[in-house]
Structures are given as structure tokens and as C-alpha cells.
């Protein structure tokens, strides 16, 4: 990029910045678009293509003719990741009101990649459930998640009044799930993602590939949770 191209980086940085510091806070109005040009001496365009990149980041909301707005920003939740790791605990011991909430359910034929992540051999029919969750009310991951139908028969009968999958595998089928491996990549939500989330498009999220297990070598869920990139930070223990 030519130094031009770089600019309404630069000044989108600063506005961010600002706002990181203290410097603005919530409800905040920021400079006009007049006092940044002069500040930075810059094109009322460029201006404006920073503003609007802050603003698609979900830090200001522009208001026609009243200017742009800081926006209130959610507090990043530490999430622990271990082979134990268990949504609700994490924020239990951290004092954090969280819940959830089963937005699909239904059982189908597995693919050929789900039959061999889930070492499907007998049944190829999995579950798959859909899991929105939030903490103080304000959504911070969607997981899809697939469990074989063979070793959770009936399932849906269990999820009434649902508030935590691993609970209903442990209290009715007697398993004790363990994360063997997890993936992370850094990308942009789909629109359903987006707008289950809350975030607008460009806002990045984490995709986090789950593979967990009953004892040792018994797979039992192939998960792929989407995470609000500016609401978690990632603890991996060792």
C-alpha cells in the first residue's frame, strides 16, 4: 500500500486508541471531520473512511448531522482452555452471569469427514445441535456441535429446559467428554453468525475445530464454536 492508502489506517488506529485510553468514552462525541482533517491533514474523504472503519469495528455509531458517538464497549471474558474445559464453569469461577440457548436440534445422516472425526462405523446418524451463548446477556459464541446418535439415544428428550450439554451427557448417559485437540483460525462471521453474534460483518470472530472424547480413545463430539473476537481472550493451559 502507498502511504495515501495508509492513512485512514492510521487515523482509524487513533480514534481506537483514544478510546482504549480513556482519552473518549462512552457516548462520547469525537472530533468533527473538519478538526481531523486539520489535525492530520487529510483529505475529508480519507477522514471519512476512518470514521467508518471505526464505526464497522463497533466502536462509533454516526449519527447524521450530529456526528459519530463512542459506543459502549462489552468487557473481553478470559476463556480457559483445557481438556476439561466446560463453558459454564469457566464462568462460574469468574463470577460472570452466563446462559445459554439450544437453537436447533435434529438428527441426520453424517458425512463422510463427520464419520471418520467421529469414527462412525455401525450408525452413521448424528445429532447435531446448534448452541447460542451469552454472558450478561449479550451473545459471545454460536457452536455447532455433533454427537452420534448411537451413544446419546433420545436425545432431544433431554434438552428440555437445556442449560448445559456436557451436564445432560454426564447426568444420562454416564460420559465425561475430554477435548483432545482444538484448531483456531482467526476469519470474518457468515451473515447468520453476524447477526446472532450482534457484531456487524468485518467485526473478526475465532473458529475453534473441537474434537473430544470419552476416556481415551472413544470420540464422542466434533464441535465448531464461532467466538466475538473483541469479547474473548483466550487462555490455553498446559
Known sequence: MVQTEL????????????????????????????????????KRSVVRQAIARAANLGWLTSRQGKGSFVNKKPRPVSYSLSSQTRFSDNMDDQGIVHSCKLLNCMMRRSS?????YLQLENDPSVYELEILRFVNQCPI???????????????????INFHS????LSDFYHLMPRRSKSIFQAMLPDTRDAELLDIPENVPIIRIESFVNHLKNHPIEYSNSRIRGDMEKGLITF
Open 141 to 159: 459464541s454460536v457452536t455447532t456441535t455433533l454427537l452420534p446418535a448411537e451413544k446419546v439415544p433420545r436425545l432431544e428428550q433431554h434438552l
Open 112 to 116: 463422510e469427514t463427520e464419520k471418520h
Open 165 to 168: 450439554l456436557y451436564q445432560v
Open 7 to 42: 492513512q485512514h489506517l492510521k487515523i482509524a488506529e487513533y480514534l481506537i486508541n483514544c478510546i482504549n485510553t480513556g482519552v473518549y468514552q462512552e457516548g462520547d462525541k469525537i472530533p468533527s471531520e473538519n478538526e481531523l482533517c486539520s489535525r492530520f491533514a487529510a
